[in-house]
């Protein structure tokens, strides 16, 4: 079950489901389960006084694990290892409902008599057979498996910054210092589905390496023990058991990534890789370390001199160095390290052999891009006189009025799924076409290059065709807008030296005039001391020797646009600093020249609210913005409640049920063979179902004939009713039917439905307010430019 070769050295690492296995395989390892077979030739000798099954905490755990999922459970049992028993493994698949847990307590009591573990694969699949990374469809928890280590200290630093689990379960195996490994759990709001497993998946494995976990975890697929079973290993019998439950502790999943992300490594925890080989010495050693002739030490002349040219090539070909750097780089090794050192020209072909050989292994070099735009050697400063007499033009805005300006930055903000990336191509599309977007102006079309990092290519592409765009705008957008697929790789050296080559290629001509990362997390490179988002340092690293680094190298004057998420803030907090939001470090506002933050004022409402904070012109005031008809509009400002905004909101919702509950009513009572006219159902209904008075229910009655949800019919004869001699008529609504007797077609014996239909002959006016005749009873139309 795990994407991960399975390390047939760690005793307690948990085998996985076969992905692919031959019909032989299959007919050699799996044996479906029956609980009335026996599959061993002789019994298993096993401590019949050890712990058994526990049905109760095995539906805890169900509930837990498989809740809100639908689909079926991969279920694996097999013999754990040091029993000195063999055994087939056995796969099942479990349908998550109600008896779930019934089944997975019958099937562990049956693999406790068996001698053999119990695993599951902590998500749900399609079809019986499935058990592929691929093949999962829902998972509702995030789970990490700590098995090494001190185990206290890493959960104590799980629920520092995590918060309590949903549940901890003990695995029943012991570490070398005799501390219980353990299985922490996080039950999500709902089932993760799509790209969000992947994202599940992503944060399992980032948990694991902050505190030391099993990284196998960062696989869909890899199985766990299941609590209430029975864990057998080395001829030791215990339960897996829960030793903390908080079913009711639930996490988005959306916050806990991000709650993920600001946690630092526990204690002791290295995010380095390390890539030192333990039979080589370290390269670092290496670099420092004389070597003399005639093999009088552990490290020959020969094996120095290949290692170290190595190290300059690999640096050179990564673009890390420039070839005169690494040529120096060599040259200085062979003077200090090598006793006698070697002649130039064996230096050189040993050089050029081995830099074939990278080439021809690893592909064509890495440019290494300039540490910065060249500038003058003298600092640039000027009189104050100089500066007041200058009276050249101002520099023209990439976005005006002063939003981005040439050579600036600008942050964009929002919290997860308020709608950035959509906002954000709506506005880059719009730029690219040279066509105003919002009150933001471009002096003309527009040079972008989107390099994005969310969105794989064809869920790119799908979302760029339904976002609503007037067509003169793609049309005119069609060359100038250019972006990438999701990328898998950090704006590093290596990284910015692919994207120079994208941009270069995608325009050849001329240099964009803007640069967009979206977002910042998923591109962040720290530097050397791997710092993240929230480090002071390494926010400054990445905005100097990456972003302005890599707009230096593409044009000092290109504008750069960094997508960047939120931290949750209250409402307090966003009112009197919105910008405090911005996750990560406080650099990051101290640097840019104008910020952008994208928030929900009323979370129950579509309205987002966008503050502008500008470095290099005056202030703006927030924008009300909103997507109407899939397009995004501008609100007017003076149509939001500055005062009690909550009470208005709930007459608001109030005046809306009420207006459903008048078309449900008019539904059910002609259903039961009664027609009302306004004053009647006024009369009728006065003081029930919550509709209030005859007056309230009139004036409703009022609003809702003017937005064309109800309409009148005057000739009630066809259903038994007098032709009403009023203004308007009996009250009708669309799709109304009259009685409950089932209509049959003479002609064809179609079932027509219940009752008889019920359609309009007048509706009221919604200009003028008068009763007008309806031109086609059976086509409901509503009045254009009324909403509800």
């Given at each position: 079950m795990t994407d991960e070769p399975t390390d047939p050295s760690d005793p307690d690492q948990e085998p996985a489901m076969r992905e692919d296995p031959t019909p032989d395989e299959t007919k050699k390892n799996i044996v479906h389960f029956n609980p009335w077979r026996d599959f061993n030739d002789a019994a298993p000798q096993i401590d019949v006084f050890g712990d058994e099954p526990d049905p109760a905490q095995i539906a805890r755990f169900m509930?837990?694990?498989?809740?809100?999922?639908?689909?079926?459970?991969?279920?694996?049992?097999?013999?754990?290892?040091?029993?000195?028993?063999?055994?087939?493994?056995?796969n099942i698949w479990i349908e998550a409902d109600q008896a779930a847990p019934e089944k997975m307590a019958t099937f562990a009591t049956w693999a406790s008599r068996e001698g053999a573990a119990v695993y599951v694969i902590p998500g749900t699949v399609a079809a019986p057979g499935q058990a592929k990374a691929a093949d999962i469809l829902q998972m509702q928890t995030v789970v990490v498996d700590l098995d090494t280590g001190d185990i206290a200290a890493k959960r104590a630093h799980l629920e520092r910054h995590l918060g309590a689990p949903s549940m901890v379960v003990e695995s029943g195996g012991v570490t070398a210092g005799g501390q219980r490994k353990c299985h922490i759990w996080w039950a999500l709001t709902e089932p993760a589905e799509g790209d969000d497993i992947g994202r599940v998946c992503r944060l399992r494995g980032d948990i694991a390496a902050k505190v030391g976990g099993d990284m196998h975890f960062r696989s869909a697929h890899q199985p766990i023990r299941v609590a209430g079973s029975v864990y057998y290993k080395n001829n030791l019998k215990t339960q897996v058991r829960i030793v903390e439950l908080n079913a009711d502790r639930e996490r988005d999943l959306a916050e806990f990534i991000e709650a993920v992300t600001d946690m630092p490594p526990a204690a002791g925890v290295s995010l380095q890789p390390a890539f030192t080989h333990p039979d080589k010495p370290a390269m670092d050693e290496v670099l420092v370390t004389p070597v003399r002739e005639g093999?009088?030490?552990?490290?020959?002349?020969?094996?120095?001199?290949?290692?170290?040219?190595?190290?300059?090539?690999?640096?050179?070909?990564?673009?890390?160095?420039?070839?005169?750097?690494?040529?120096?780089?060599?040259c200085g090794y062979n003077a200090a390290m090598l006793r006698p050192q070697w002649p130039v020209e064996r230096l050189k072909r040993e050089s050029e052999r081995l830099w074939e050989r990278h080439v021809e292994k690893y592909g064509p070099p890495l440019i290494r891009l300039d540490s910065g735009a060249p500038g003058p050697v003298e600092m640039p400063a000027f009189t104050l006189g100089a500066l007041l007499d200058d009276q050249s033009p101002m520099p023209e805005d990439i976005i005006a009025p002063r939003v981005l300006t040439p050579g600036g930055l600008l942050v964009l903000g929002g919290a997860p799924k308020v709608g950035k990336s959509d906002l954000l191509i709506s506005w880059l599309v719009h730029m690219a076409a040279g066509v105003p977007f919002l009150?933001?102006?471009?002096?003309?079309?527009?040079?972008?290059?989107?390099?994005?990092?969310?969105?794989?290519?064809?869920?790119?592409?799908?979302?760029?065709?339904?976002?609503?765009?007037?067509?003169?705008?793609?049309?005119?957008?069609?060359?100038?807008?250019v972006a990438t697929p999701k990328l898998k790789m950090l704006l590093d050296n290596e990284g910015s030296v692919r994207v120079a080559r994208a941009i270069r290629t995608a325009f050849p001509d001329a240099p964009p005039d803007i640069l967009c990362v979206?977002?910042?997390?998923?591109?962040?490179?720290?530097?050397?001391d791997g710092g993240g988002e929230n480090d002071n340092t390494a926010m400054m690293f990445f905005l100097k020797e990456r972003v302005e680094v890599l707009r230096d190298h593409i044009d000092p004057d290109c504008g750069v646009i960094l997508i960047h998420h939120t931290k949750k803030l209250s409402k307090h907090q966003v009112k009197e600093d919105p910008?405090?939001?911005?996750?990560?470090?406080?650099?990051?506002?101290?640097?840019?020249?104008?910020?952008?933050?994208?928030?929900?004022?009323?979370?129950?409402?579509s309205v987002r609210r966008l503050e502008i904070e500008l470095r290099n012109g005056p202030a703006l005031s927030g924008k009300l913005i909103d997507k109407l008809k899939g397009e995004w509009v501008e609100l007017n400002p003076m149509n939001e409640r500055l005062v009690r905004k909550e009470a208005g909101a709930k007459l608001d919702a109030e005046r809306l049920r009420k207006g459903d509950v008048i078309l449900t009513i008019l539904h059910e009572e002609a259903a039961s063979g009664r027609l009302y006219t306004t004053t009647q159902f006024g009369e009728a209904f006065e003081n029930k179902a919550g509709l209030g008075s005859k007056y309230t229910i009139r004036d409703r009655i009022g609003v809702l004939t003017t937005k064309g949800h109800i309409k009148f019919l005057r000739d009630g004869r066809p259903f038994g009713k007098a032709v009403v001699r009023s203004r308007f008529g009996y009250l009708v609504v669309e799709g109304l039917r009259f009685g409950s007797e089932t209509q049959i077609d003479p002609d064809t014996g179609e079932v027509l439905g219940e009752g008889l239909p019920v359609l309009p002959s007048h509706y009221k006016c919604s200009g003028t307010g008068a009763c007008l005749q309806v031109e086609n009873p059976a086509v409901w139309v509503y009045p254009e430019g009324l909403d509800d």
């Open positions: 509930q837990v694990v498989f809740g809100y999922c639908d689909g079926l459970i991969p279920v694996r049992s097999f013999i754990d290892k040091g029993q000195g028993i063999d055994g087939r493994p056995h093999a009088q030490d552990d490290w020959s002349r020969f094996e120095g001199a290949s290692a170290a040219i190595g190290h300059f090539i690999r640096m050179v070909h990564e673009g890390r160095m420039t070839k005169d750097e690494g040529w120096i780089g060599i009150g933001f102006t471009p002096p003309r079309p527009l040079r972008i290059f989107y390099l994005q990092a969310e969105i794989q290519y064809h869920y790119l592409r799908e979302r760029l065709k339904q976002i609503a765009l007037p067509p003169e705008v793609l049309a005119a957008a069609r060359d100038t807008f979206d977002p910042i997390r998923n591109l962040f490179d720290g530097g050397p910008f405090l939001a911005l996750s990560g470090a406080s650099a990051l506002r101290g640097f840019y020249t104008s910020g952008l933050l994208m928030h929900r004022p009323d979370e129950d409402s």
